[in-house]
């Protein structure tokens, strides 16, 4: 979870692939500390955002697993790097999947969706879902699934 428009579109599919079987998900919001700082570092207005964004996103993927008990837990880490922070939660979980959102982004004239996204992509041991937001001005529909 980033608390970007990315997030929405997540938990969209999520409710869709969590009404077709008894998931269970951990939602995951990373601090990113800079090397120049301790890395636990007190950041109050960073951990104040992940809280409220981990908040909202639990609200909203308890309503997509019917509100089963222990279905939704919620990690607030403090890590160099997100994208190694979030392998390691999911080695720790035993997770069959991590679904992350991006979107593309300009980076040194190259098109990019980010060195969280490759980092996952080339070193998470299970299935990696990616839902990259469409480009703008693209209408992007609401998710069906059969």
Request: glycine share 8%.
């Amino acid at each position: 979870m980033t608390g970007e428009v990315e997030d929405q579109r997540l938990l969209d599919i999520v409710d869709k692939i969590s009404q077709k079987s008894n998931a269970y998900i951990t939602l995951v919001y990373v601090v990113e500390v800079a090397q120049s700082m301790p890395i636990d570092a007190e950041l109050p207005g960073q951990i104040e955002r992940g809280e409220r964004v981990l908040k909202d996103a639990e609200r909203f993927a308890t309503r997509c697993v019917g509100g089963r008990r222990g279905a939704i837990t919620t990690e607030l880490i403090q890590a160099r790097s997100a994208g190694a922070a979030i392998v390691d939660e999911a080695i720790e979980h035993g997770s069959n999947a991590i679904m992350l959102g991006t979107s593309v982004r300009k980076k040194f004239g190259e098109l990019s969706t980010g060195e969280t996204v490759d980092y996952v992509l080339r070193n998470a041991p299970c299935e990696v879902i990616v839902i990259r937001q469409p480009t703008p001005g693209w209408m992007a529909g609401p998710v069906e699934w059969q």
